[in-house]
Structure formats: structure tokens, C-alpha cells
């Protein structure tokens, strides 16, 4: 059974630009999620998703963080304009139900030059 | 790598010897804690689990211990190896299930 993919792998953009982060959770997960690891601190949570729903968003940032989940199968997250602070390693996890166990997936770098 | 600007606490330990890893919770409603394994260019990958109702649960070469009164987990590595040198975090789960607070991760190295 393939496990949680992203991509890309690692990126690097220009402070203002635009960055799209990509995660197709395992197969028949319905719960995914995103979590970050941003310079000097601890991995924190981002957002959940069941199916195309966005069940909670209390983790995001700011407002230049978009997430999406069309068709409940992928995940996308976009940071427009990204800033200096963005900088870390992004983790997508996905989960059969929340209370169960999340299996995370490789992570995107990003670096914000 | 990826830990860069991320300053980690160290253990370093002989290959063969046993690794006790530690962790500090903050919210003691917590009910269900997670140790995970995070090796160089991976996620973080489920070790073993524990709920509020136990105070040790053993899985292959590995024990979790909690005390709820101090709010602190440990994790036991029985015959340490190469291949357990990683960062490792704990984790505590939000009543909603959906939610997982990460601690600031100890770098096991492990020497041969």
C-alpha cells in the first residue's frame, strides 16, 4: 500500500512569490491533514480535512495560507505571497478516521529566499 | 538538513545500550500520547501509543512510560542500533481526536 506522498519534495521561492504544495494522502483516507515545522520550533498543526471539508482550520497562520481539497481526494496548500517566516518543512498525515492512528508523509521543504 | 536552525537536545548512546528519551506534556486533560520516529528525509512514523489509563505499555524493544502526576513520558529503547539514530518527538491528541501536539523532539545518535 503506497503511503502519504508530497510534492515537491523541496522548494525554493523568492519572498512575495506564490508556492503550491501538494499531498495525496493513502487511499481511502477520508481525514487528512497539515502540519509545519517552521524554523526553531515545534511541528504544529495547520488544518483537518474530512473528505472536501474543511473541519478544522485553527492552525493556520494568516490569511495568505490557502488550503483546498476539491473531490476529497488531494490536498493542496498555497502560501501567496510567501514571507521569510514560512521557511520550514510542511507534513501532510492522513488518517481512516481522527482517532485513529496518522501516517505523515515525507514533508515539503520550503525556503523562502 | 532539515533540523537546521532547529537546536535539538542530543542523547547519544553505544550501540547496545539502552536509550531512555524524555518528554514533558502541558495539558492534563490529555488522554492519548503518540512517540514518533523522524529519520533524515522522512515524516514522522508511529513507534507506540499510550492512553491516561496505563502507565507503561511495551511494543518490540520499546516502552512508554507516563506519569500523569508530573505530566512527563518516556520513552525506552531496549539494545539500542544504528538504525534507531533519528529524532524522536512525543505527541499528546486533543478530545476531538483530530489534533496532535508535538513536542520539540530529542536526537538520539547512536554511536558504533
Known amino acids: 500500500e503506497a503511503g502519504v506522498t508530497q510534492f515537491p519534495s523541496h522548494s525554493v521561492i523568492e519572498k512575495g512569490q506564490t508556492v503550491t504544495l501538494r499531498c495525496d494522502p493513502i487511499?481511502?483516507?477520508?481525514?487528512l491533514y497539515w502540519y509545519r515545522r517552521v524554523m526553531g520550533k515545534e511541528i504544529k498543526f495547520l488544518l483537518h480535512?474530512?473528505?472536501?471539508?474543511?473541519?478544522?482550520e485553527s492552525g493556520m497562520p494568516n490569511n495568505r495560507f490557502l488550503a483546498e481539497r476539491t473531490g476529497g481526494t488531494y490536498s493542496t496548500l498555497k502560501v501567496q505571497p510567501a514571507e521569510l517566516e514560512d521557511s520550514g518543512v510542511y507534513f501532510c498525515?492522513?488518517?481512516?478516521?481522527?482517532?485513529?492512528?496518522?501516517?505523515f508523509g515525507p514533508g515539503t521543504r520550503l525556503t523562502v529566499l | 538538513g532539515e533540523s537546521v536552525g532547529l537546536h535539538l537536545p542530543t542523547l547519544s548512546v553505544q550501540e547496545g545500550d539502552n536509550s531512555i528519551i524524555n518528554c514533558a506534556y502541558s495539558?492534563?486533560?490529555?488522554?492519548?500520547f503518540i512517540w514518533y520516529k523522524q529519520e533524515s528525509g522522512k515524516g514522522p512514523q508511529f513507534i507506540i501509543d499510550?492512553?491516561?489509563?496505563?502507565d507503561k505499555r511495551q511494543g518490540q524493544r520499546v516502552t512508554v512510560l507516563l506519569n500523569k502526576t508530573v505530566k512527563h513520558l518516556s520513552l525506552q529503547i531496549a539494545a539500542t542500533q544504528p538504525g534507531d539514530s533519528a529524532v524522536y518527538f512525543c505527541?499528546?491528541?486533543?478530545?476531538?481526536?483530530?489534533?496532535?501536539?508535538f513536542g520539540g523532539g530529542t536526537r538520539l545518535m547512536v554511536k558504533p
Open positions: 498525515a492522513s488518517s481512516q478516521v481522527p482517532g485513529t492512528r496518522k501516517f
Open positions: 487511499s481511502g483516507h477520508d481525514n
Open positions: 480535512f474530512v473528505k472536501e471539508s474543511k473541519q478544522d
Open positions: 495539558n492534563s486533560a490529555s488522554d492519548y
Open positions: 499510550i492512553r491516561s489509563n496505563m
Open positions: 505527541a499528546e491528541r486533543n478530545n476531538a481526536g483530530n489534533m496532535l501536539t
